[in-house]
C-alpha cells in the first residue's frame, strides 16, 4: 500500500469519529494534522464494544470505579469520570450481552453527567452524605458474582487508593467485599485492543514520528551537531505541530550517540565519526495516543561515502532481530515466542546478552497494558499465560537489539525500535520500518 493511498484510509477511518486528518506536510507552515476530538466517540464505542468481551473473557460481572479530583485514578477518562469533583462511583453491570453503566455522583456533577448522556443511569445523591448505601443498592439490584476493583501491580490499573479501599471495605458488606477481586487482568484485555480509528490516529502518528528523526539526522553535521542540537529540531516539530511528549518531557527524545544510557536525557557531546546515534522519540497526538519509535545513523568520517562493513554488520544484525520479531508476532502466539525469536538471533549473530524485553504494548502510554514481549530467554521453558497471548488490534512497539563491547568496558546497542499492529493474518507496519542505516556526513 503506497502512502498516498494509506492516508487516504486513515482519514477515510477517522471521518467516522470526529477527526479531521490530512497528510503531514514539509511546508514551514505547517498545520496539524490532528484536529477535532474523537476521543469521546471513540470512547463511548470501546466501552459499548471492547469492554463487554473483555468482562466476559475474564469472568467479570461487574467493575467499579471511585474517581475524585485532583488525584484520580488513571482510568477516570477511559470511562467518563475525568471531571469528578466530590468522590463518584462508576460502575458497569454485564448481564449476558447487555451492559448496564450507572454513575453515582454527588449533586453538582451529576447534572453535567446526565447532560452529557455518557452513562445509561445518573443516580444523584446530595453532597457530603455516604455513596455506599447507594452502591450497594445497585450491586443488590444486579447481583453480580465477581466484582472488580482497580487493585494490581500495574499502576495503570491500581487506581484505588489505600483511603478508597478502606472506605469501600467499612462501607459495603461483606456478601459483595468477598465478591471482589483485582480488574488488572479485564483492564488489560480492554486496553490492550484498539479500534480501526484509532490504529487509524496512531499509524499516521507514527509516520509523522519516523518522518521527524529523519529530517532531524539530515540537518546533522558530524563533529558540528551535538546530540542537544538533535534533541532541540524535533522538539521545534513537537511544538510547530502542537503535539506532545510521549513521555517525560526530559528524556523525550532520548539522543545518543556515546555509549548505553538506557532511558535518559540527551546530552551536549558533540557526535562524531565512528558514532552510531540513537533517537528514541514519541509523540502524543489528541492529548490521547502515543508513539514511540527508534531510527539510527552512522556518522561518516570525512571522506567516506558509505559505513564501514563492521558497522554496517551491526546494523544488519539488529535489523534481522527486528524482523524475526514481527514474523512471530501473529494471533495467537504468546510475548515470550516474539521475545525468543528475537534472541535465536540474537546468539546467532554474537552480541552481547540483552537485558530488555522485544517490545511493548503502545497506545495511551508509551508503555500501555497488554501482554509484554518478553520472558523467552534461551534455556528456559516459556510459560504459555493467556495474558500473554496476542490478538487482533493490539499495538506494539518493538525492538532489532545488537549490543557489543566498547574499549573502555561499556556497551554500545542498536534496538531498531519499530510500531506494529497484529492483524487477523499477522503483523502489519504501523509506518515503514528502517531499512537502511542513516548516514550523515562529517565536516
Known sequence: MNRLISLLLFAALLSGCGAEVSPPTDSPDMQSPFTGNPWPEIRAERIATLLPAAMHDNEIDAWILICRENNNDPLADHVGCENAGGTAAFMFFLEGDDLTSIAVSPSGEATSLAEKEMMDEVIEIARGTGMWGTVESQFERFSPRAIAINTGRSPIADGLSHTQYASMMDGLSTKWTSR??????????????KLPQEIAIMSLAAEITAQWEVEAYAAAVGGVTTDRDIADF?????????VGDGWAAEQNPAVNSGRDRGHSHPTNRTIQPGDFIQIDFGIRVHDRWVTDIQRFAYVLAPGETEAPADALAKWEAARSGSRAAFAAMKPGATGNEVDRAQRVIL?????????????????????????????????????????QVLKPGMTFAFDGFHSWALTDSTTKTLSVEEMAVITEDGALWMTPPQEDLILIHSK
Open 180 to 193: 471482589m477481586k483485582s480488574a488488572e487482568p479485564m483492564i488489560r484485555s480492554w486496553l490492550s485492543v
Open 234 to 242: 524535533l522538539e521545534a516539530k513537537m511544538a510547530e505541530m502542537g
Open 347 to 387: 546468539e546467532e549473530n554474537g552480541s552481547l546478552p540483552i537485558m530488555w524485553g522485544t517490545g511493548h504494548p503502545v497506545g495511551y502510554w508509551a508503555h500501555d497494558s497488554g501482554p509484554g514481549l518478553s520472558g523467552g530467554r534461551l534455556g528456559q521453558e516459556l510459560s504459555m499465560r493467556p495474558t
